[in-house]
């Protein structure tokens, strides 16, 4: 008896080894640091229901996750497709935008946060620079939003297809 307890004692063992070692293997892969998740918009966590707001910037938004670091709140935003050379700007804006919530909400500014590739993760810090070209981008969506009109700034297909705007667009492409 004592043989058979012995064996499914190190059966257990290994298999809660196998568990951990798949949790971390998990962990790695989603693009996360290391921490607490405090806020997510995945589907494999539980969604929240209301978006970070701004006041001050009239800014709203939901970030893919926030995780608590030992250092600050970081936002998490996760790409579906391959990374490219650079981030692309609007990756990039939406990143920033996600830590000027955070910096209003929780009231800590976070020095950089992350965007998750399916085969990179890329660190963004967020800078005065940064900070600034999104004050920036703001002001002038807001400008852009008061006219009339505003002309398509691409000659993308693709982004019209999903484009939220579509049926009210004069120039889309196809």
């Known amino acids: 008896m004592y043989g058979t307890l012995m064996w499914a004692g190190a059966a257990l063992l290994l298999l809660g080894l196998a568990a951990l070692l798949w949790a971390r293997r998990r962990w790695a892969s989603s693009g996360l640091p290391r921490g607490k998740v405090v806020y997510s918009d995945m589907g494999a966590w539980e969604r929240v229901r209301e978006p970070l707001y701004s006041r001050q910037h009239r800014l709203t938004g939901k970030p893919d996750y926030l995780v608590q670091t030992r250092d600050a709140i970081v936002p998490v935003e996760v790409k579906s497709g391959a990374a490219p050379s650079e981030p692309y700007p609007g990756h990039l804006l939406q990143l920033a935008a996600y830590c000027l919530l955070v910096e209003e909400h929780f009231g800590t500014r976070p020095p950089w946060g992350l965007i998750h590739y399916d085969d990179a993760t890329v660190q963004i810090p967020f800078d005065a620079p940064l900070r600034r070209r999104l004050l ?10 008061s006219r009339a ?26």
Do not use: F
């Open 149 to 174: 009109s505003v002309d398509r700034d691409h000659d993308s297909p693709q982004k019209c297809l999903r484009c939220g705007q579509r049926a009210n667009c004069s120039q889309r492409l196809a």
């Open 136 to 145: 920036d981008t703001l002001d002038e969506m807001r400008r852009a939003g």
